[in-house]
């Protein structure tokens, strides 16, 4: 009995690779001497935050409009994007002189919005509607259907699928040796199914390792049902992979291609994306440092092994940076906040500060929460402390000292009314 494989096939991603020829960089595949010496393996990056539009989507989009026919694109094209997608679109119109329509989420940081202005000059227009990929995605499908515009999907297209697997091409080019792990990030799919269909074809025994943020995890969800489910909620803090719904053909691919499929906390993602800035000056944005963020689940696996981390994208707005670190301090358990009920008398906030929190812990918010009553009002107070364990200390001061107090981390109602 045969079986017919989903996979787009290597001469197709050959195709695309001759059309991209002085489009897409062949970016560097560069050996990493800090993550090789933690993980105890070789491990190389894969630059894709170096393409001209900082990401590897100018791949898929400029493969997808290139292998259409210039009638078509005569009458336009419309696109929906979180932001990379738009960029390499935007791109591409510029580049073929084809007009273009680029609808993105209304929460896209302005750094992506204004890069895809820049990269389209006058032949794109942005429109920005809804609060996620899924809704600029349905807009955008109308506006091509009602209009009969060429529409470039941002995964769920075998031409933007064959150019994402041009990276496949490129990284079995430059090793000498067998690559045993590839980690991938997946958010709609189509970067796992263009370098897992090369490497399945071309390289069968290297595992490939889809990397998810676990607050979409779309793909996971999909696969565990053996059919394509739509989340009803998303965050959507790691953009360049937070969808609601993965697509027909990368579902069909992924469940051929992928080994394993991982859910990384997005307090881990900004966290790995402040180590690569601070030790490998990298710029990394949340869904570029996504298959970094996942080495520590699989750090056993690993280990003596050849290993490739797909960086896919830099996009990253400056202004993110105090949410990043913020949220790295939560996951790391180094900040913690609580409402605090002061006992009423003379002196009680200087004992606080002289007598439960430690030497090396900082107040780092303080606010009463009525403003009218602060003797009998409580205070949220935010602390950091240096080690993760500095917290047990201060819980068992408080409550030595009288202090009523309630933790908010975990209490995800509070935190977000109140933080």
Same mark, same amino acid.
């Given at each position: 009995?045969?079986?017919t494989?989903?996979l787009?096939?290597?001469e197709?991603?050959?195709?695309a690779?001759? $059309?991209l020829n ?8 560069q050996?990493?001497?800090n ?8 491990l190389f990056?894969?630059?894709?935050d170096?393409?001209t ?6 791949r898929g ?8 026919p $210039?009638?078509?694109?005569?009458k336009?094209?419309v696109?929906a ?7 390499g679109?935007?791109y591409?119109?510029?580049a ?6 680029i609808?993105?989420p ?6 992506k919005?204004?890069k895809?202005?820049l990269f389209? =000059?006058?032949?794109?227009e942005?429109?920005l ?10 807009e955008a499908k109308?506006d091509? %259907? ?5 529409f470039v ?7 933007t699928? %064959?150019?994402q697997?041009t990276?496949g091409?490129e990284?079995?080019?430059?090793v000498s040796?067998p690559?045993d ?7 709609g799919g189509?970067l ?7 490497f ?6 290297t595992?490939?390792?889809?990397v998810?943020p676990k607050g979409?995890?779309a ?5 565990r ?5 739509s989340?009803?909620?998303i965050?959507a ?8 719904r993965v ?5 069909e691919?992924?469940k051929?291609?992928?080994d ?6 997005e307090?881990?993602v900004?966290t ?6 601070n030790?490998e000056?990298?710029v990394?944005e949340?869904?570029g440092a ?6 520590d ?8 092994k050849n290993?490739?981390c797909?960086v896919?994208?830099?996009n990253n707005?400056i202004?993110?940076?105090? %949410?990043i =670190?913020?949220?790295s ?5 180094l900040?913690h906040?609580?409402i ?14 002289n007598?439960?929190l430690?030497?090396?812990d900082?107040i780092t918010?303080?606010?009463y929460?009525?403003?009218?009553n602060?003797?009998t009002?409580?205070?949220l107070?935010?602390?950091q402390v240096?080690?993760s ?5 201060i819980?068992?001061?408080m ?9 908010i981390n975990?209490?995800p109602?509070?935190?977000?009314m109140l933080v």
């Amino acid at each position: 009995m045969t079986t017919t494989s989903s996979l787009v096939t290597v001469e197709n991603i050959y195709k695309a690779k001759v $059309r991209l020829n002085g489009i897409a960089e062949n970016t560097p595949l560069q050996r990493n001497f800090n993550l090789s010496e933690k993980y105890g393996c070789n491990l190389f990056l894969k630059r894709e935050d170096l393409q001209t539009v900082r990401s590897f989507k100018i791949r898929g989009a400029y493969n997808k409009m290139a292998a259409t026919p $210039r009638a078509e694109l005569e009458k336009g094209v419309v696109c929906a994007s979180a932001g990379n997608h738009a960029q390499g679109v935007a791109y591409a119109c510029s580049a073929m002189k084809v007009k273009g329509k680029i609808y993105m989420p209304s929460v896209t940081p302005r750094q992506k919005i204004s890069k895809v202005k820049l990269f389209g =000059k006058e032949y794109v227009e942005v429109i920005l509607v809804g609060d996620t990929f899924d809704d600029s995605f349905v807009e955008a499908k109308k506006d091509s %259907e009602e209009n009969g515009t060429v529409f470039v999907h941002p995964f769920d297209d075998d031409k933007t699928i %064959e150019g994402q697997g041009t990276i496949g091409l490129e990284i079995l080019e430059k090793v000498s040796q067998p690559i045993d792990y590839v980690f991938i990030t997946i958010g709609g799919g189509g970067l796992a199914s263009g370098i897992g269909s090369c490497f399945k074809q071309l390289s069968p025994n290297t595992k490939i390792i889809g990397v998810e943020p676990k607050g979409a995890p779309a793909m996971q969800a999909s696969l565990r049902k053996g059919k394509i489910v739509s989340l009803d909620t998303i965050d959507a803090f790691v953009d360049g992979a937070a969808v609601k719904r993965v697509g027909e053909r990368t579902f069909e691919i992924c469940k051929e291609v992928l080994d394993d499929l991982l859910l990384v906390d997005e307090g881990k993602v900004c966290t790995t994306i402040l180590q690569l800035y601070n030790e490998e000056g990298i710029v990394a944005e949340p869904a570029g440092a996504l298959g970094i963020a996942a080495l520590d689940s699989y750090r056993k696996e690993i280990k003596g092994k050849n290993v490739v981390c797909i960086v896919c994208g830099s996009n990253n707005d400056i202004t993110r940076t105090e %949410e990043i =670190k913020e949220r790295s301090l939560l996951y790391e358990g180094l900040k913690h906040y609580f409402i605090i009920r002061f006992p009423q008398r003379a002196g009680a906030l200087r004992q606080f500060l002289n007598e439960v929190l430690g030497e090396n812990d900082d107040i780092t918010h303080f606010e009463y929460t009525k403003k009218h009553n602060r003797a009998t009002g409580p205070a949220l107070v935010g602390v950091q402390v240096e080690n993760s364990d500095d917290l047990i200390g201060i819980k068992k001061r408080m409550t030595e000292f009288g202090i009523d107090f309630q933790s908010i981390n975990e209490n995800p109602l509070l935190f977000g009314m109140l933080v």
